[in-house]
């Protein structure tokens, strides 16, 4: 069954602290992985797009990580701001379907 | 442009309502998705439209029926409704339908069926 699952559900940080969220993938046929920030009531921002050669991604403070092997993402933050609270999405893209199979999320407060 | 934009933003509709959700972007993008979000859940595809064609269907109720006028647009109409229907309605588009095509999401329009 093509899922991906999320942890931590939630975390709370203080604003200034970096943190790592994790995404466990099993889809099959992989094509690519991908991590949106959704703020509550509006759409999913793209952060980064992986493919199956690539292991780092940096976009500004936000720095992923793939190992197509284990089948294991991160999503790194480095000294957080209290604009980075919002939902963390971990999607991965099924084959060359256009079809996302989204990951239930990582809530992130940050906290002053 | 990398917008992609909906209307309403807000909608109430009673059950036995007719009323349409609006989708509109101007990059040039080949493929539309509707997706349904309810609260702390990640969103649900409903619908891909490729080209202006309906490829994808997920098993939607047919209260809900989708159509692609053209390639800027996409519509959702909406008849009938129960209140469990009652969600956030996001739209998207890509270049094509692709592996490598990234997603961009509308705003959303809030849905409450009373």
């Known amino acids: 069954k093509n899922q991906v699952e999320q942890s931590p559900q939630s975390l709370i940080i203080l604003e200034g602290k970096n943190c790592t969220l994790q995404?466990?993938?099993?889809?099959?046929?992989?094509?690519?992985l991908r991590w949106y920030k959704q703020d509550t009531g509006r759409g999913p921002v793209s952060l980064t797009i992986m493919t199956f050669s690539e292991n780092t991604k940096s976009n500004g403070r936000y720095t992923a990580t793939l190992d197509a092997d284990t089948k294991q993402s991160s999503l790194h933050i480095t000294a957080s701001q209290l604009s980075d609270s919002a939902s963390y999405i971990c999607?991965?893209?099924?084959?060359?379907?256009?079809?996302?199979?989204f990951g239930q999320g990582t809530t992130l407060q940050v906290k002053p | 442009d990398t917008e992609v934009t909906q209307t309403p933003k807000h909608l109430v509709m009673g059950m036995t309502n007719k009323k349409s959700l609006k989708c509109e972007q101007h990059?040039?993008?080949?493929?539309m998705y509707w997706y349904k979000q309810k609260a702390k859940k990640p969103p649900e595809l409903m619908f891909v439209y490729s080209y202006e064609k309906l490829s994808i269907n997920e098993s939607v109720p047919s209260r809900f029926s989708p159509e692609c006028p053209n390639s800027s647009l996409l519509n959702l109409h909406l008849h009938a409704l129960q209140p469990e229907d009652s969600a956030l309605y996001l739209c998207?588009?890509?270049?094509?339908?692709?592996?490598?095509?990234?997603?961009?999401f509308g705003p959303g329009t809030r849905l409450t069926v009373t």
């Open positions: 998207a588009s890509s270049q094509n339908r692709g592996a490598s095509y990234e997603q961009y």
């Open positions: 990059m040039g993008h080949r493929a």
């Open positions: 995404c466990n993938y099993t889809v099959s046929p992989f094509s690519n």
């Open positions: 999607v991965v893209l099924l084959g060359n379907t256009g079809k996302l199979i």
